[in-house]
Structures are given as C-alpha cells and as structure tokens.
C-alpha cells in the first residue's frame, strides 16, 4: 500500500506541472548522461532530470552537474508513467535566446548572414533574434539542407558573408539552434523531373554508381534512377562489371515513380 499511495502523490505532484515552467531543486546525483534533482516543492525524492546536453551551452556538464549545487531548470517534459520530468538548465541560463527559439514556427522564414562553414553544417547569423553564447550563429543548416543538388563541398552552395533566407525546420534543444534548410526554398528538381514522367517511358541516362544490388542512371542533370539486378537483362551469374560500366549511356524504362520518397525505379530489361 505504501509504495502504491506514494506512487499516486507523484502523479499527483507531476500533474500539476506543464512544459515551460521552471522548476528549482538541488542536484541529488550525478552520472556522465544526466543528474537528478530533488525539486523544492517534493523532497521524498529526486523527480527532476538533467540530460547532459540540457546541462549547459557554454560549461561542461561536469561543471554545472555538482551534487549539492541548486539548479533551475526549465520543464521541457512531463512523464507521468516513469515518474520524472525533465528539465533544461540551458534554458533558464539563455532566457532570451530560449524564448525567441520557441516562438518560432516550422516553415517560418528566417533571414540572415552565413557566419561559418564547418564541416558538419553552416551557421548562419539571423537577422532577429539574439546572438549564441556558443556558436557564431542561432541559425544552422545541416549538409542534406543546403541543396537538392549533390555537391562536394559546402562552400560550392554558400560562402561566408553570404546573405541566405532559408526555411525553418525546428527547435534544437540540445544546441540552442535554429535548425534551417535552404533547399526548402527551391523547387524540387525531382518532383518538377517526374511531373512530365509516367509508368512506362523511355528514357536515355548515363551509369553513374554500381552497387550491390543494381545501377544508378543519371537520367535528367541530378537526377538519378536505380536499374535493379533483376531488371538488367543481364546473363544469370554474370558479375555486374563485365555487364556494364561506370560512363556507360543506357536506354531505360520507367516502372515506378515513388514522389514521396524521391525514387525512381527504372528497367534496362524491358527496354
């Protein structure tokens, strides 16, 4: 009966809260993913966690993740079933920069510099908001973002100085970022590609990939469709480079359109 009563004062206690508050406590334990908090209004135990990305964007979590240490973090979630809820420090530490992420709407469009080419995305400085404590922008686009195109390096799509307006994607809790796409602001060459494209036609390409299980073959300028084994016409047990070759220009047939995940599935065989 005792663990079931104290079980239901937790729910009770965690119901009452909502995502955004903030909630104080002090840290009851420490391990390299995360500290518990024992929050000041329920001290029968520690209900409050601190991932280690939610510790801090400017110190080391074990800096900021001292037992003992008072600590506020704000709610970012609420698991009545696990009895805890979570908390970010970073949130309480980078109140202005917090709340304008948060305002901020999936497929708003945000304005800005970009300030730095690293090699796992772009920053870029937006136009509003405030600067980040850490990074030389708020706003970051990750490599598949920058462009429908295949590219090689990022500074073929953007350089640093550039003024760029891009779509955004989400909230990056974790980093304190707006995660952008610039893609989002072109039309998509597939989908423009595969409007005039029906089940059946004919299309001439060049092989660009051998793998595994078929070919690639570039059929329009970055467009690509796969030419499965099964569809090569090739002779049983025929290894795939002596049938055919990186360069090499096909004749193919359209046999699926798949829009939604960007597929086209081509066969040399019925060609």
Known sequence: MGDASAGQDVRRFL??????DVCRG??????PSEMSVLLDDFT???????????????RRFSDV?????RVAGEVTAVDLDAGRVRLS??????????????????????SGTVAAIERFGVFVALDEG???????????????ELSWRHFDAASDVVEVGQRVSCEF??????????????????????????DGIVVGQRLSGRVTKLVPFGVFVEVADGIEGLVHLSELNSAPGAALKDVVQVGDRLT????????????????????
Do not use: C
Not at 15 to 20: D, L, M, N, S
Not at 65 to 69: D, E, H, I, L, S
Not at 180 to 187: F, K
């Open 26 to 31: 002090r840290v009851a334990s420490v391990s």
């Open 252 to 271: 193919v047939v359209v046999t699926d359109v798949d829009r939604e995940r960007r597929r086209l599935s081509l066969s040399r065989r019925q060609a």
């Open 65 to 69: 993740a001292v037992v003992g240490q």
């Open 130 to 144: 405030p600067e980040h404590p850490v990074y030389p922008g708020v706003g970051f686009i990750t490599y598949p």
């Open 89 to 110: 420090m970073a949130a309480t530490e980078n109140r202005e920069l917090w709340a304008f992420l948060k305002r901020l709407r999936q497929g708003e469009l945000l």
């Open 15 to 20: 119901a009452e809260i909502r995502v955004g």
């Open 169 to 194: 994607l989400q909230f990056d809790t974790w980093n304190g970022e707006a995660r952008l796409s610039l893609r989002a602001m072109q039309p998509d060459p597939f989908l423009v590609f595969t």
């Open 44 to 58: 029968d135990r520690p209900l409050g966690t601190v991932g280690s990305l939610d510790g801090s964007w400017r």
